[in-house]
């Protein structure tokens, strides 16, 4: 069965601080995706990956940077952590023309 | 831009009875994908069901059932045999075809709670 993990699951970070969410897959896909999900509402894409060496703006990317260094992995950076940024986030992987598959998220605060 | 609206927020029902969940959306693309996942109570996120919209016969897993209704751009969920377990959210999206990233599109989500 597909598997994405997520480090950390939990971070309390302070405001103007650096912060990295890292995520890996075992699946051997090509696509990997980053998602913020505030409390009452649907997930939202952040950046996004074809493979190593490739990351794209999603829909909401100000303020997020993502690294793609190999196939299983795929990080977003918060250069300077904002209040604005406390969310959960879902890294997940897929194919196109495939479902995805999602990690267990990562609960950030940002005080 | 491409759009899914879930309308009802939460729904409460008996277990052991038929639940059915709204979902439409927008899109310009005649040809175009549509997901439900379930998210439980730990945060945990599923795939749950899959429709082509070339496809005319509804998608069927096991006790998950699609109402697929194109011309009104709709893709309803119908959980039946309710269970105590199915209580979660869960989230219709969509993908545009005409796109090679697999960005999904999602709905707010519609809490659903099963009681006994």
């Known amino acids: 069965e597909a598997a994405v993990t997520q480090s950390p699951r939990n971070k309390v970070a302070v405001t103007g601080g650096k912060v990295t969410l890292s995520c890996n897959q075992t699946n051997n896909h090509n696509n990997m995706y980053w998602y913020r999900q505030d409390t009452g509402h649907g997930l939202r894409l952040i950046h996004y990956s074809y493979g190593a060496g490739s990351t794209e703006k999603g829909d909401i990317p100000d303020g997020y940077k993502a690294s793609r260094p190999s196939q299983e992995n795929f990080s977003l950076i918060l250069e300077l952590a904002t209040p604005s940024q406390t969310s959960v986030y879902f890294c997940?992987?897929?194919?196109?023309?495939?479902?995805?598959?999602f990690g267990p998220g990562t609960r950030l605060t940002v005080l | 831009a491409q759009k899914v609206t879930q309308t009802q927020t939460s729904i409460s029902v008996v277990e052991k009875t038929t639940v059915t969940m709204d979902c439409v959306y927008e899109?310009?693309?005649?040809?175009?994908?549509l997901f439900w996942y379930k998210q439980t109570a730990s945060g945990e996120i599923v795939f749950l069901i899959r429709q082509d919209s070339y496809k005319k016969e509804n998608a069927t897993v096991g006790h998950y059932s699609l109402n697929f209704q194109k011309p009104k751009s709709s893709i309803g969920l119908i959980i039946t045999a309710t269970q105590i377990e199915d209580s979660a959210v869960y989230f219709c999206?969509?993908?545009?075809?005409?796109?090679?990233?697999?960005?999904?599109?999602f709905g707010d989500g519609t809490v659903l709670t099963v009681k006994p």
């Open positions: 999206a969509m993908r545009e075809e005409d796109t090679n990233t697999g960005k999904l599109t």
């Open positions: 997940a992987s897929g194919d196109v023309g495939w479902e995805q598959y």
């Open positions: 899109t310009r693309d005649s040809s175009y994908f």
